[in-house]
Every structure is written in structure tokens, then in C-alpha cells.
């Protein structure tokens, strides 16, 4: 997957595996169609940190859904 362009689809693709990694619960309340192109970079960003770490604590989870969330539309 090629991340260096902003696409719905890639939006999408960084999403849904954000929420598989995290494990996230209520998943629903994070649709890829709720976040603009124009957050692309950070969620990028937020992607990339996820991605590279293995495990999170409890405060880590909350702070990235309440990251994602301000992104939101």
C-alpha cells in the first residue's frame, strides 16, 4: 500500500488497521468516511506511531481515540 498520496482509500486502509492493532471495541464510532482528506497527514502520523509499537497502555488507547476523534469531520 502506498501511503504517500491522500486517498479515501488509503484514509480507509490506515483506519481499519488502527482500529484492528488497538483492538477497538466500538469501531463503528470510527468510520474512515468521518475524516477528511485534509487531516491526512496526521492521521498518517498517528498510523505510522500505532504501527511501530507493539503494545500500549491504557492511557496510550485513550489518548489516540481522542486524537482520531478531534480529526474527525
Not at 14 to 31: C, R, S
Not at 39 to 47: C, T
Amino acid at each position: 500500500m502506498n501511503l504517500t498520496e491522500q486517498s479515501r482509500e488509503n484514509i480507509e486502509y490506515m483506519i481499519n488497521e488502527i482500529i484492528k492493532k488497538l483492538q477497538v471495541v466500538n469501531a463503528g464510532a470510527m468510520k474512515a468516511e468521518s475524516f477528511d482528506t485534509d487531516a491526512y497527514e496526521d492521521l498518517k502520523d498517528i498510523y505510522e506511531m500505532v504501527m511501530s509499537k507493539s503494545s500500549f497502555s491504557v492511557s496510550e488507547m485513550d489518548a489516540i481515540v481522542s486524537e482520531l476523534g478531534r480529526l474527525r469531520k
